[in-house]
């Protein structure tokens, strides 16, 4: 019965949290963002706080916590939300280019932070796409 219990309890604060959802607040519109892409599925805005020139977070409108809370029913959303990618690169200008000559050009950092050992601070899954000359204000 106490597992029971808990278990109530458990489901009580995961709603909660979904209630509270900053992320799942814009995607109702209920906050504002830089809203950069969109469909039925997914979002995109550029992160309040920007650790390098370009710094785009990437959203299922699904509130889904973290990526430990995924499976491969997922695999559909994560392969599109990936695949975006390289199309927002162009658009934001930070493609990698020159690969051919041997001189690269251009890039960016794709980082999903998760759980608090991963140093998530918001618990409604996200990609980070970061990218554009250095220095970055992240350390590395
Ligand atoms: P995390 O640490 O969870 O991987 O990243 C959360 C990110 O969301 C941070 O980079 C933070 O700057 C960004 N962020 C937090 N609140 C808001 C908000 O209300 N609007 C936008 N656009 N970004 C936010
Ligand atoms: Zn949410």
Redo the contacts with the bound molecule.
């Keep these: 019965r106490l597992k029971a219990l808990k278990m109530q309890k458990h489901q009580e604060v995961i709603k909660m949290i979904d209630r509270d959802c ?2 799942c607040k ?1 995607v109702k519109k209920e ?1 504002p ?2 809203l950069v892409f969109e469909n039925e599925r997914i979002m995109v ?7 390098a020139p370009v ?1 785009l ?1 990437i959203i299922p409108k699904k509130h889904i916590p973290t990526l430990s809370h995924c499976s491969e029913d997922d695999a559909a959303l994560l392969g599109e939300m990936m695949a975006l990618i390289p199309k927002l690169a162009r658009e934001e200008g930070i493609a990698v280019s020159g690969t051919e000559t041997g001189t690269p050009q251009g890039g960016f950092r794709v ?3 998760t759980g608090p050992d ?6 409604h899954m ?1 990609i ?1 796409l970061m990218g554009g000359p250095r220095p970055w204000k992240t350390p590395n």
């Design positions: 900053i992320f814009i906050l963002s830089t805005f550029k992160d309040i706080h920007p650790a710094h977070l980082v999903v932070n991963g140093k998530q601070d918001v618990y996200h980070h």
